[in-house]
Structure formats: C-alpha cells, structure tokens
C-alpha cells in the first residue's frame, strides 16, 4: 500500500459479515466463514473470479449474537473496512466451512444496500483519503501532537520488549517507515483490546478522533507492562525470560500478543509440579526417569504436542501411591464379627480371612495372598470381597474383566501412541490412593482374546507374588510394586481359565446355599434390604418362613439367591401398591363428622377393596399365588418314574447342581443305539460302555431273555431332556446303565433315588467332581437316596449336617452295588456256580 498512488475501491461492494472480529485497516486477520450468504459470497467472488478487483471485499462487523442468528439479514453496520482476500482454505470438519485471511485497506460508508441475496451487496462510499497526508512533513496543530504523542507511546511499547524477538525487531522499524496517520489502527489491531473498543477505533473517521481513540488504549497495555516488570523484579530467575507474543507477522497486518499471563501460569504449573515430583517419595528408578522429563518439559515450547503428553505422565507419576498405604484392622474377633453379620454360612472363606489376619499379627511384611472365588452366579462372590476390604480397613477397588480382550486393558498403552492411557491396575491405584487395597478381578474366567493380545497372560504377572513386587506398566515404564495388594478374583467356573493363571491363584470353591440356608439369608438380609427399599416396614408387611420355603422350591430353582431377592422384591410392591391406596382412602376422608358417618355407609354399600388393608399384611400360600402366578417348578420326580427305563442323574454345571432325567425306549431293530439330547463326545462314549457292559453281563442278571445278546433284534433310543441344553462329562455312566437295565428288565428305578458317577468296562465306578453341588441338587429336588462313588466319600466333610441327615447316601464302587441300591429290593443276579479251583 504505497502512500504516493493511495488506494481506489470500486464503488460497489459484496459485503461479508463477521462475528469473529474487528478488521482494521492495515491488519490481516483470519475470518472463518460458515454462514450460507458468506459461503456464497466465497463460491461465486472469490473462487470464481479471476481479477485483481474480484478479491476486495466489505468486512462489516455483525454485532448481532451468533447463537441467534437467522435468515434475515442483519441491520448493517454504517463502517466498514474494504479489505483484499490474500488466501482461501475449505474444510469439511467439524462442518464444511471457509477460512479466509484477509488485509485490510481502508474505510468505507454503506450508502445503499443494492441486494441481500444470494449475499449481499451495496454501494459504499471510500472514507480514508491518504493523500492529503503524503503532501511533505507533519500535520499542524493538536492533530500533529498527537500523532507525536502516538509515536512516542509506540515506541516506548515497543522498547519494553525484547529486541531479540525478530518480530519485534521489524515492529521497531516499521514505526519509522510507517506513516503517521496510519499508526492508530496498526496498533490497535495489534495490542490487547476488545472487539467494542477496536469497533470504536473503525468507527472514528476522522484521524483526530481516530488518535483520541487509540491513545488511552496503548497507555493501558504500557501501563500494565511496567506492573509486570515490576513484580518480575521480585524474581530474579525471570528476568531474562522473554515476553510471550502470539507467532505472527506485522503489517500490513498480522496480529501478535502482549499478554504473558499464559506463560506465567505454566511456569508455576511447572514449578508446583516438580514440588510435587520430589514429596511424592517415589523409588530412585522412579524418581529419576520423573526429573528428566521434568528436565525436558522445562524446555519444551508449550504448543509441543508433547507436551501435553508428558505433563500428563508426571501429573499421574506424582499421583501414585508410591508409599502411601492404610494401616490394617486386626483384631480377628472384630473381624469374625463383622464377616457373620455380612454374610451368612460361606465357613471356608470367612476362615481364609482370619487365617491371614492371624499370620499378619505375627509377621508385619506379609505379601497379599491372590485368592479366586468360584462358584455359581449369586452366591455373593463379589459382597464378600467389599466385605474383607471393610474387615482389614482397606480401601476397595473392582475390576470387570468380563469381556475384556485386549492386554493393554490390564498392561496400558505406550507413550508413542495417541490417546494413551494406563492400564486398569494402575488406574485403579491412582482412584484408591494407597498401594496396599482390595483389588477384586471379577469375572476372570471370562477373559477374551483377540489381535490385541491376552489379557489373561498379562494378568500372569499381576497375580503372580514372585512377579509383580516390580510390576510395569507400559505407560509408566517403571516398575510399581503390588507385593501388598490383596487381589481376589471371582469366576463361575475354572474350566475357561488358562492353566498358568490358574496356577498362580488360590482356589477356594463357593457352593450354592441349601434352602435353610436360604431362609436365614432371606430373612437376615433380602427381606429386611428390599423392605428399606420400598418404603416398608416390618409393621406393615411379614414373610413366614414357611411363605419363603414355597418360593424358594416352587418358584426359584438356583445356587445362589438373586431370583429369590427379585421374587421377594415382587412381594413388596404388590404389598406397596395396597398400602398406598390405603394411605390414599384414609386421606380422602371428610373433616366433619356428618360426612364421616356418609363416608362410612358408602364405603359399608362399597366391595372391601377401597378399605385400608389390616396391619402388618401377612403373605400366605394363598397370597403369594396371587402375587407370583402358579407355581414355576413343579416336583415332577415321582411321576416321571411311572415307566420302565428312566432314571435320575445328578449334573454340576456352572449354575449350581441339577437333576437330569434319562430316558430309553426300545424298538423292533438291527441292534443300533440313537442318542438325543446334544451330548458331547465323553458322555456319547459313557452310553456305548453301558451298552456293552450290559450286553456282556446279559446273562448274569438275566436281561437276555432266552438270547445270547438282548439287543438282538432291537433298537436302544436314549434321550436326555433338556434338548436345548449341552450336555458333557463321564459322571452320567452309572444312571445310563441303571437306566438300560430298567428298560432291558422292565422294572421300575425307584423314585427317590438320584445317581453320579463314572464307569468303566469292568463295571467299576470311579469318582467325579462336584459332589457338593450335585447332592444339594438332589436335596433340593426332595429325593431320598443318592448314590455316588465310594472314592467321593471324603468329599461329604463339605455338605451341611443337616442335609446329610435327610439323605441315604450309598458308596457304590461296583456297578452291582449302584443296581441293587437303585431298584427296590435290589438287582439281583442270576445264581453263580462256585468256580472249581484247579490244584494240578
């Protein structure tokens, strides 16, 4: 912009509005441009247009807010600044829109707007004339003292600076080369100012004004520089730092900052975060990785993107529990206390507790134990681990790894990575606070794994006690030592864990309750919760034990007791809803006798269920037909055992024991065996050995019925219901072959007599797993009798002396025993020949 040959706009303008700023003439600003008449305004002038002329534009300030912007066309500001677009750029993100940086050149007045759309344009009056300034040396008068006081101020501005900056530098000698007159708007445009006061400066056409304007603006920046100077002086370390400015030319236009209040903040931040880094009492390892990239953030410009990254990895290195750690409750009578009434039965694990409060009394440096809870859904796997936080006075923290399939889930991602994180470890270290919690890993028999690793691998250091006193994340890179966090994880089964963490954890086994234990669980706990939270009283509603007894056998069939705690919860609002229609009546009654005593016969004439119900409501079996429908579970034992060649098996399963029923008919054949049922390969090669056993001992007990093989000329067809269900495993063999004798002997198994128990070729019955479960299975289902293998006579230490009193328990290690318990009056065999011993 020569001063000699001035500036010509054309006399019609398209106009641009712009929420972002104020442009002054001599300044360069971006513009973002997303409204539709500035977006056709950037399509069909500057994009299309190929002169020189095509590419001024009217900026006019829009001083209407843009959150409540519309279709209309604003009133328009009477000034503007015609300004040249020096560069166009589009993007689509976050929505499409244009970003233009454009110079201004000079003033001008809106006389006439001509068209709004597509965008506006308007005949516009050119209000700077530069010429009559460029005519030899300064103006007279109170105009050219200003201007000299302008001057002088910019200068001193500008040597309040450090000289060193190169922008700064090239400031100093454009205000030499700079015409006076054009001073006030460079300046304005280029200190710390509001949109109102640089509105204020475009408006002052006149130059006299213009420098009234601008003046008292630099005198504030100047006057705030030197405050600044002076509290720096307070802090000799600063002094040779360098006034923050905003990257950018100056004119003909770009803009800079003179406020450094930015660099200041990051400067303490910095310095609060060192402080930070030596109280955090950290390992020597630790530490020293800690102060280099604190030496390195030190250096680092703050618009590094590197340094936010690194600022966060000390932010979370001093928020570690390096050493900080709660002292533990070890009063073990206390402890005991406090596990009964938070739990009831679940003897084994209240045990393990104790055991490790009394080992922590006598040895203070104790590495946690990594304990794994397994049992069925709903036993109260994860309540009894916040229980052991609350009994040892730790801090609780839970970790779901169902469904986890990624390593970096437990390990955390790298540094190098965006968006990186630490693991589930150590974040949950940082929200406890302390090194030595209760980390519960639930669910860890559900682990995944995919292209992202195993997480169940990872976990192998974790839950390793030789392993993890240096346990490292990837994020922190230095090791973290959990030596004293008491890790228990929780599973339904240990068949989905992989041997080596197996290996590494100590398994306790959390059956499923019996129904006493049941009803003192519902009574001590669910009922009293679920009348707390509907808004009941004791007053208001009771549950008789035997009203709990109907629901856990006819309308819940688990191992734990969450549909029992929702069947009860059932039971309260239908209880909820009549007390407060009950609450409703009684309100609704009149304030004078005279309409009490109407109230009264109409309510005699009216069905009784307007009535407010009799306190407490007590729910019978009529009652709890009423609220929870028929019966769920119906025992159906005895009548399914009406024919020949069904018997009752016991199944473990990861829900807890169950009865299975097996089923055989015979037909006119070739001898061939149909299995049904969805059986696995185990349980189809237990079928074939029934068959054989009982073909080669056809004879013995009589089941040949005048032929060599009693399959001859017959078809064997076994099923096993549920059909949808999978079943596996060798423990069916003994209820297979009393199943098949049954149906070959066409007699009836008795029906209160549940089996298990794996066989071979010869006849002998081997031991299974599961004993507990399957026989609470049986206890549950009323039978009588169970039959299990001799070598699983042990395992009966674990079941409830009241349930071994209800049952007849016969150890079977032949399967002649297993027949002649199964069938009243026993199986017996044909009558043997005593065998001649040869003495030759």
């Known amino acids: 912009m020569s001063s000699n040959s001035g500036i010509q706009i054309p006399s019609r303008l398209p106009l ?222 600063d002094d040779k730092r360098v006034l923050a400015i905003r990257k950018g030319g100056v004119f003909p236009g770009r803009q800079f900052s003179l406020d450094e209040e930015v660099e200041d903040e990051d400067g303490d931040d910095t310095a609060m975060l060192e402080k930070k ?37 000390l932010e979370m290195m001093v928020e570690l529990p390096w050493s900080k750690s709660t002292t533990d409750c070890l009063d073990i009578r206390a402890a005991r206390v406090l596990l009964d009434n938070d739990h009831y039965a679940m003897e084994k694990l209240k045990r393990r507790v104790l055991e490790y409060l009394a080992v922590r009394q006598l040895k203070s440096t104790l590495k946690g134990p990594i304990l794994c809870f397994v049992g069925p859904p709903g036993v109260g796997k994860t309540s009894v681990g916040r229980s052991i936080a609350r009994t040892l006075g730790r801090e609780f923290h839970r970790i779901a790894l169902g469904g986890v399939c990624d390593q970096s889930d437990i390990r955390g991602h790298r540094r190098t990575y965006v968006g990186s994180m630490p693991g589930r470890i150590i974040n949950g270290l940082k929200t406890v606070g302390v090194n030595n919690p209760v980390f519960l890993l639930d669910e860890v028999d559900k682990l995944g794994k995919s292209l992202q690793g195993d997480p169940a691998a990872a976990l192998l250091e974790v839950l390793d006690p030789e392993q993890n006193h240096s346990f490292t994340d990837h994020y922190l890179n230095v090791p973290f030592d959990l030596s004293q966090v008491l890790f228990i994880a929780t599973a339904n089964t240990t068949a989905t864990i992989p041997p080596a963490l197996l290996d590494r954890m100590e398994v306790l086994q959390v059956p499923g309750y019996t129904q006493e234990e049941k009803v003192e669980i519902a009574h001590r706990h669910l009922i009293p919760h679920q009348l707390e939270q509907h808004g009941l009283t004791p007053q208001q509603l009771q549950i008789p ?148 056993w009982l073909r080669s001992n056809a004879k013995t007990y009589l089941l040949a019925n005048g032929s060599a093989d009693p399959l001859e000329g017959t078809d064997i067809h076994l099923h096993f219901p549920a059909g949808a269900v999978t079943k596996d495993g060798p423990s069916a063999g003994v209820t297979i072959v009393t199943c098949l004798a049954s149906l070959l002997s066409g007699r009836l198994v008795r029906s209160d007599v549940a089996m298990t128990g794996e066989i071979t070729l010869r006849g002998l019955v081997l031991p299974v797993g599961g004993i507990k479960d399957k026989v609470l299975a049986a206890h549950r289902a009323n039978l009588k009798r169970v039959i299990i293998p001799k070598r699983n006579e042990k395992d009966l230490e674990e079941i409830p002396a009241h349930v071994r009193a209800d049952l007849d328990f016969v150890f079977a290690s032949t399967l002649d025993e297993v027949l002649n318990a199964a069938f009243d009056g026993g199986f017996p065999a044909a009558v043997n020949h005593p065998q001649v011993v040869s003495k030759l």
């Open 277 to 313: 880094v030596k109280a955090a009492a950290m390992p020597e390892a630790a530490l020293r990785v800690c102060l280099k990239e604190l030496k390195r953030l030190k250096k680092m410009p703050q618009s590094m993107p590197e340094y936010a990254l690194t600022h966060n990895y």
């Open 545 to 692: 034990q035997d009203t709990t007894k109907d629901i856990i056998s006819k309308y819940t069939r688990e191992a734990g007791v969450r549909s029992l705690e929702r069947k009860i919860g059932a039971i309260c609002r239908a209880v909820a809803v009549k007390v407060a229609e009950g609450h409703k009546v009684s309100r609704a009654e009149s304030p004078t006798e005279q309409h009490a005593d109407q109230n009264t016969e109409n309510k005699e004439e009216d069905s009784g269920i307007a009535s407010p119900p009799e306190m407490p409501i007590v729910i019978d079996h009529i009652a709890l037909k009423d609220i929870l429908g028929p019966p769920v579970f119906e025992m159906e034992v005895s009548e399914r055992l009406t024919l020949p060649g069904v018997a009752i098996g016991l199944a473990w399963t990861p829900m807890g024991g169950e009865i299975m029923f097996v089923e055989a008919s015979r037909m006119e054949g070739d001898g061939q065996l149909t299995l049904t049922g969805q059986l696995g390969d185990v349980m189809k090669e237990s079928a074939h050995l029934a068959i054989s």
């Open 16 to 237: 641009l509005c712009t929420h972002d700023g104020v442009l002054l003439p001599g300044s360069t600003m971006r513009i973002s441009v997303d409204t539709a008449r500035n977006m056709q305004l950037v399509k069909s002038r500057l994009l299309k247009g190929t002169s020189l002329k095509s590419t001024i534009i009217g900026v006019i300030p829009n001083t209407r807010d843009p959150e409540h912007d519309s279709d209309e066309l604003p009133s328009l500001h009477s000034i503007g600044t015609a300004g040249l677009a020096v560069q166009v750029v589009g993007s689509n993100w976050p929505k499409p829109h244009y970003t233009l940086l454009i110079t201004g050149l000079c003033r001008f007045r809106v006389t006439q707007l001509l068209r709004e759309r597509p965008f506006p344009v308007a005949e516009v009056e050119q209000l700077d004339k530069l010429e009559q300034y460029t005519e030899g040396g300064q103006a007279d008068g109170e105009l050219g003292e200003l201007s000299q006081r302008f001057y002088q101020a910019a200068v001193q501005l500008v040597g309040m600076l450090d000289m060193s900056v190169p922008v700064v530098a090239k400031l100093r000698r454009l205000l030499d080369s700079l015409p006076r007159e054009t001073l006030p708007d460079v300046l304005a445009s280029m200190i710390r100012t509001s949109n109102k006061e640089k509105l204020q400066v475009l408006d002052a056409v006149d130059l006299e004004e213009r420098f009234k304007k601008a003046l008292p603006l630099l005198t504030r920046q100047i006057e705030g520089l030197k405050l600044l100077q002076k509290t720096r002086k307070l802090r000799p370390d």
